[in-house]
């Protein structure tokens, strides 16, 4: 017994969508990780935790394929130093960076150089490979 030919192109069609979003999950789930080392972040006390504004735009693209950018003008607030550099959280407002998962991620600031990421919720460091110049100015209170 044959098929009706709309019956026919409508099968076809399922076919081709069911196939189409097994690829997509599939390529989904493939995400690469974030390259991550252990941290041990020193925090700083209330009284130093200084504030600096981002001068220019920074657009950062991960290792993961991602990428991220660090609006001019945003604010971010000193919270403890690395042996990486100095880690400033956003202030109010949440970054994050994504590989397989999103993070929640504060800069990593050497100098003058966007050296990486600290995971606060992970307590990991997510270096930046290369590094990316990025300046800042301090904002006093």
Same mark, same amino acid.
């Given at each position: 017994?044959?098929?009706?030919?709309?019956?026919?192109?409508?099968?076809?069609?399922?076919? +081709?969508?069911?196939?189409?979003?097994?690829?997509?999950?599939? $390529?989904?789930?493939? =995400?690469?990780? %974030? !390259?991550?080392?252990? *941290?041990?972040?020193?925090?700083?006390?209330?009284?130093?935790?200084?504030?600096?504004?981002?001068?220019?735009?920074?657009?950062?693209?991960?290792? +993961?394929?991602?990428?991220?950018?660090?609006?001019?003008?945003? $604010?971010?607030?000193? =919270?403890?130093? %690395? !042996?990486?550099?100095? *880690?400033?959280?956003?202030?109010?407002?949440?970054?994050?960076?994504?590989?397989?998962?999103?993070?929640?991620?504060?800069?990593?600031?050497?100098?003058?150089?966007?050296?990486?990421?600290?995971?606060?919720?992970?307590?990991?460091?997510?270096?930046?490979?290369?590094?990316?110049?990025?300046?800042?100015?301090?904002?006093?209170?």
């Amino acid at each position: 017994m044959q098929l009706p030919n709309k019956l026919r192109d409508l099968a076809l069609k399922t076919k +081709t969508l069911l196939a189409s979003l097994g690829v997509c999950v599939a $390529l989904c789930a493939c =995400a690469p990780s %974030l !390259p991550v080392q252990g *941290a041990h972040l020193t925090p700083v006390a209330a009284t130093q935790q200084q504030r600096i504004r981002v001068v220019d735009t920074v657009r950062v693209r991960l290792s +993961t394929g991602y990428s991220r950018r660090i609006s001019s003008g945003s $604010l971010w607030r000193l =919270a403890g130093e %690395l !042996p990486q550099g100095f *880690a400033y959280k956003p202030v109010n407002d949440v970054f994050t960076v994504e590989g397989r998962q999103m993070h929640e991620a504060w800069l990593v600031v050497k100098g003058d150089r966007l050296v990486g990421f600290y995971l606060p919720g992970e307590s990991h460091f997510s270096p930046l490979d290369p590094t990316t110049s990025i300046t800042t100015e301090a904002i006093h209170d």
